[in-house]
């Protein structure tokens, strides 16, 4: 065993140094922690709006498909109504689950954009690539007072959409994310 003074430059001092030293290498790297991206989900009007489309068009067909071969044939043809029934009641559900999927997170370089129940799709838009950001807003999401962001970037295959946003929030998100484009484009 070797012994020596705290203040001891020999042979002892260097053993001690190239033991810790090897101790270090062997421990785990120390693995940088990224913080994870702030998912905003969608607000509930695109919701509504996606379900009272579904019943309307459907309860005319479930209509149509009861009425019109009970008049025109049997009365028994009215289960045919049925089928659009059920269908109402699938499309319920699934417009449910797909506007749960729907999610986008600003993070320092590029915007998220993820979607999808069976498939996932996850879409990331560098900041310095868009092109063209605009807001839009057909009539029926104007009257349920929606609006979609629109990103276009020289690659179309990376274009995305975020639909059923709050106007100001879209008219935010837009200033945002065409400011941070600037400055990335700046960059380049």
Do not use: K
Request: glycine residues 10%; charged residues 20%; negative net charge.
């Amino acid at each position: 065993m070797e012994t020596g003074s705290p203040d001891d430059t020999g042979t002892a001092g260097a053993a001690r140094a190239t033991r810790a030293a090897g101790a270090a290498d062997r421990a785990e790297p120390a693995v940088p922690v990224r913080d994870e991206p702030v998912w905003t989900g969608l607000p509930p009007g695109l919701l509504h709006m996606r379900r009272l489309l579904l019943v309307v068009w459907l309860g005319l067909l479930t209509l149509a498909a009861g009425v019109l071969p009970a008049l025109f044939l049997d009365p028994a043809w009215a289960a045919l109504a049925l089928l659009p029934l059920a269908l109402m009641a699938w499309g319920w559900v699934m417009l449910g689950r797909n506007w749960r999927s729907w999610r986008y997170a600003e993070r320092a370089d590029d915007l998220l954009i993820s979607r999808g129940v069976l498939w996932r799709e996850e879409t990331v838009v560098p900041y310095g690539r868009m092109q063209l950001v605009e807001v839009t807003s057909g009539p029926v999401e104007r009257h349920f007072g929606l609006a979609s962001v629109q990103l276009h970037t020289a690659a179309a295959a990376t274009d995305a959409t975020i639909p059923g946003l709050d106007p100001a929030e879209a008219e935010r998100l837009r200033d945002r994310l065409t400011e941070l484009g600037e400055a990335r484009s700046a960059g380049l």
